[in-house]
């Protein structure tokens, strides 16, 4: 019979639990199936401002976390997503169309793409990590946007 060695840890290290890749996001498939539906909905014409927060969703906790893991490549690809959604926030406030040109779409396939393969390989508590502060700092915003006087 073997003897599992208790892993011995230094002075002041805690040992905090790891959840494993993927566990948070496919706990529930809600996310995945919503951002295909979203990129679906672009690809079909039929996008409403709902499948664009999709986008902004996954592109910001993305971000958050290849920002703390300084993925390169990964952050590439938001600046690019970046500038897809800028481009279809400008289109829609302009014409009141959520029409996204071929290019568009790409760079939407890629962000779902990179981000289901980032999360794969990534651990849970990163994705849990970056929903907490993609949550704070838009609680945060708003409170400071409520508590700023009306501009004339």
Known sequence: MSHKKKRKHGPGKRVTPRVPPMVALFADRTVDLVQHEALSAFRDGRATPDHFDVFLDCRAVLLLAASHKKDEGVIAVCDVAGIALDNLRDR???ENSLLATELE?????????VSEDFWRRTSGLLYEAAINALTEARKKRNDSAAAAPEKA
């Open 92 to 94: 829609y406030e302009t």
């Open 105 to 113: 779409i790409q760079a939407l396939t890629i962000l779902v793409e």
